[in-house]
């Protein structure tokens, strides 16, 4: 017994089928370029609006800032960039990274900074808030970009994408602060200028956590 023959295929269908067009697929070496030169544009502009410190062309100071260059580099490559043979940017221990990174940034700031006298709590308090505010608002640039690029796989991948995407944006943020802020004590530089890097990595992966 012949198996019966299947019916043709409707003229919807046959219409759907040649309206059909080729997917574009994704770049994510350019996508990172074109995130990392808008990150960089806007966060240069918030510098020249907010001024940059008197001793930037220091050594200590360019050393700092090169590190905190890398580690946004680094941190948005993973974030962007997926494997060899992977299609997402799934990247094992991500929190790991990501903490790591921020040690050897911190490590960085402070031993440009190296000043490790006394400062009255309230003068503290003031610049520590202020620099938290400016380093998360230089943040914001890079992590907004990341999220557009990858606004199709943030629900698949999970918080660890978000801290990676985070820790990029933050480590933006502390490149800016650097630039910026010339208070070389230690608690302002583990607090605010650490803070400002780390605090981008943390709401991002809460905010799209699985």
Not at 113 to 129: I, N, Q
């Amino acid at each position: 017994m012949s198996a019966p023959e299947a019916p043709p295929p409707s003229s919807a269908l046959l219409a759907r089928l040649e309206g059909l067009r080729p997917v574009r697929t994704r770049r994510p070496a350019l996508e990172a370029a074109l995130v990392a030169l808008g990150s960089a544009a806007v966060t240069a502009a918030l510098l020249v609006a907010s001024r940059l410190r008197w001793d930037v062309a220091s050594p200590l100071v360019l050393g700092a800032a090169a590190a905190c260059a890398l580690g946004f580099a680094v941190e948005l490559w993973w974030a962007l960039v997926p494997p060899r043979g992977q299609v997402l940017p799934l990247r094992p221990r991500a929190g790991t990274r990501v903490a790591l990174v921020w040690v050897l940034l911190c490590a960085a700031l402070v031993a440009a900074g190296h000043d490790w006298a006394r400062e009255p709590t309230d003068a503290f308090m003031v610049s520590a808030r202020a620099c938290l505010l400016l380093g998360c608002a230089m943040a914001l640039a890079p992590a907004l970009l990341c999220l557009v690029v990858l606004r199709k796989a943030v629900d698949i991948a999970g918080w660890r994408l978000g801290a990676l995407v985070g820790g990029a944006a933050g480590a933006l943020g502390g490149l800016g602060l650097q630039l910026h802020c010339a208070n070389g004590h230690v608690l302002h530089v583990l607090v605010a200028h650490g803070g400002a890097i780390a605090v981008p990595a943390l709401l991002l992966a809460l905010i799209v956590r699985r």
